[in-house]
C-alpha cells in the first residue's frame, strides 16, 4: 500500500513542498494519484533534490498527458520532449512578466514539469500566482461582466519588448515569421479549468493585449486595474531554486515570473504536458 503523500503549503494560498519522494522511482498508481491530486488543489508544487534523469523528467510528465515542444526554444539531444531554457552572460533573463506559457496558441498546456539545472549564486527566483483566487476575490458584478468579454493573447506583442530590450532581433523576426493561428489566439476572460471545474481568471501582464467586446480606452483601463490585483502578494508563491529542485506547475490556473536579477549562468529543463490525460 501506498503511504500517503504530505503536501506542506508553502503560504495561505498557492503551493506546497513535497518532502521524501525519489522522483526517479516510479511512481505507483495511489502515489500519482496523490500528487496530481495535490497538484490541483496547490497549483505548484516543489520536490527537492530530484537527481532526475532525462528519460525520467519525460516519463514523470507522461503520467500526467500527452507531451507538447515549444516551437522557440532548444531542446536537449535525444529527449526534443525537455526543452532548455538557458540565460545567463549571453542572453540576458528574458521571462520576467507574468504569463501562463503559450496561451497565444489556441489550445495551451495544462502542466509543466521544471528542472533547475545550473543556477546562479544569489537570485533566479520564479514566481507564481494563483488564478483562481485572483477571480474568486472579484466582486461578483465584475466577474459577471468579465464573463462575457474575451481577450487576443498575442505572441509577438508579449516577446517584443524584452527581445527587442535585449537585441535579439533574430529571435524575434522568427516569432513574427510563424503562422498567425500559432502566435495569436482568443480566450475567454474567465477560463474553467478543465478538471476541477474551478474558474480562473483569463488574464496575464505579457501576450493580453485587449478585450474584443470594449474599446480601447475601456479595454485598458480594465486590464490595467486586473493586472494590479493579479500582481498583489497574497496570489503569490515565489520559489528560491536550490540544485536539482523539481517545481510541476498547473500552467491553466497559474501565472509565473522569472525574476531576472542575475547575470551568471542559469540552466532550467522543463517538460511540458499539453493536455492532461483526464481533460
Ligand atoms: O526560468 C524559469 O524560472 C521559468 C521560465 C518560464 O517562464 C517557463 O519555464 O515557462
Ligand atoms: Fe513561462
Known amino acids: 500500500m501506498t503511504e500517503s503523500v504530505e503536501f506542506q503549503p508553502l503560504t495561505g494560498c498557492i503551493g506546497a513542498r513535497v518532502d521524501g519522494i525519489d522522483l526517479n522511482n516510479r511512481l505507483d498508481d495511489a502515489g500519482f494519484a496523490q500528487i496530481y491530486q495535490g497538484l490541483l488543489r496547490y497549483k505548484v508544487l516543489l520536490f527537492p533534490e530530484q537527481d532526475l534523469d532525462p528519460a525520467k523528467h519525460v516519463a ?12 522557440d526554444y532548444p531542446t536537449i539531444e535525444g529527449h526534443e520532449e525537455i526543452m532548455v531554457i538557458e540565460n545567463g552572460p549571453e542572453r540576458p533573463p528574458d521571462n520576467e512578466y507574468w504569463h501562463k506559457d503559450m496561451t497565444f496558441r489556441p489550445d495551451p498546456p495544462h502542466c509543466s514539469l521544471l528542472h533547475a539545472r545550473v543556477l546562479p549564486a544569489h537570485g533566479g527566483d520564479t514566481m507564481f500566482a494563483d488564478m483562481e483566487a485572483v477571480y474568486a476575490d472579484l466582486s461578483p458584478p465584475l466577474q459577471r461582466m468579465l464573463e462575457e468579454l474575451s481577450v487576443v493573447h498575442d505572441q509577438v506583442a508579449g516577446f517584443t519588448p524584452t527581445l527587442l530590450a535585449n537585441n535579439e532581433i533574430e529571435r524575434l523576426e522568427k ?18 479549468h478543465p478538471v476541477s471545474g474551478k474558474k480562473y481568471l483569463g488574464i496575464d501582464d505579457c501576450f493580453v493585449t485587449r478585450f474584443i467586446e470594449l474599446s480601447a480606452s475601456e479595454s485598458e483601463g480594465l486590464l490595467r486595474l486586473l493586472r494590479d490585483r493579479l500582481k498583489q502578494p497574497r496570489y503569490q508563491v515565489r520559489i528560491a531554486w536550490q540544485a536539482d529542485d523539481l517545481v510541476i506547475w498547473d500552467n491553466v490556473s497559474t501565472l509565473h515570473y522569472a525574476v531576472g536579477d542575475y547575470s551568471e549562468y542559469r540552466c532550467m529543463q522543463r517538460v511540458t504536458v499539453s493536455r492532461y490525460h483526464d481533460a
Open 175 to 192: 516569432i513574427r515569421a510563424h503562422p498567425e493561428e500559432m502566435r495569436r489566439s482568443v480566450h475567454p476572460a474567465i477560463g474553467m
Open 60 to 71: 514523470l510528465g507522461r503520467r500526467f498527458g500527452e507531451l507538447v515542444a515549444h516551437p
